[in-house]
C-alpha cells in the first residue's frame, strides 16, 4: 500500500523531525521513500510542512497533493490541508491547539492533545514524537519497531542524549487511549 502522508504545523513543533524519522523508518521497512520538506524562510514559528511518499513500488514524484494520512499539528495547517486530504484517508491532529473545522465523514480522524500530553507527562518539546505514535497505532502505516529504528537513524550523533526520551514519547503516542 502507498502512503502519501503530510506533516504540517508551525515551525520549532517538529514537523520536519516526525518526517525525517518517517522517511528513515520507511527505509528500514526495506520501501522506496521520498522526502519533500516545505517551509518558509522565518522556519521558527512560520509555517512548515513536509510530504513523505512511502511505497512497496518505485516513487515517480516526491509531492503529495492530496495525502492519504495528514498529521496536524497547529490550525492553519489543519484548514489548508484537512479539506485536500484523500476519501478513506487519516486525519492525526492535535486537539490541545485545533479545533476541528470540517465536518467530513469520508475520512477518519484521531484527535490526540498532543501538546498537552508533552507538557503533563515531561515530554516538553515531543509532542511530535507522541503524534507520530499514535499515528502508528492508528494507522498501521509502519511496525512501530520500524519507526523506532528509523528515530535512532535520524537523531544525529550531537543528540543522542536526547533519543531515549524521543523513543519514550513514540511509544507514549503509540499507547494513548482516548
Known amino acids: 500500500m502507498a502512503h502519501n502522508i503530510l506533516f504540517a504545523g508551525f515551525g520549532g ?8 524519522v518517517t522517511a528513515y ?8 521513500v521520498s522526502l519533500l520538506p516545505s517551509y518558509g524562510p522565518e ?6 510542512n513536509c510530504a513523505v511518499r512511502i511505497d512497496t513500488k518505485m516513487i515517480a514524484a516526491p509531492i503529495v497533493n492530496e495525502p492519504n494520512i495528514l498529521m496536524a499539528l497547529n490550525q492553519p495547517s489543519y484548514d489548508k ?15 490541545s491547539l485545533i479545533k476541528r473545522s470540517d465536518d467530513r465523514t469520508d475520512i477518519n480522524v484521531y484527535p490526540i492533545p498532543a501538546t498537552k500530553l508533552s507538557r503533563e507527562h ?10 507520530l505514535g499514535y499515528m ?6 509502519l511496525p512501530i519497531e520500524d519507526i523506532k529504528e528509523g528515530l535512532k537513524k535520524a537523531v544525529p550523533a550531537s543528540k ?9 514519547a513514540l511509544e507514549f503516542g503509540y499507547n494513548y487511549n482516548n
Open 13 to 20: 513543533q517538529g514537523v520536519q523531525f516526525a518526517a525525517k
Open 25 to 32: 523508518s520507511g527505509m528500514v521497512s526495506g520501501c522506496e
Open 43 to 48: 522556519m521558527r514559528g512560520g509555517t512548515s
Open 81 to 95: 490541508f484537512a479539506v485536500k486530504t484523500e476519501a478513506g484517508g487519516c486525519i492525526i491532529y492535535d486537539d
Open 122 to 131: 515531561g515530554y516538553t518539546g515531543l509532542a511530535n514524537m507522541i503524534a
Open 136 to 141: 502508528a497505532k492508528k494507522t498501521g502505516f
Open 160 to 168: 543522542a542524549a536526547l533519543l531515549d526520551k524521543n523513543i519514550e
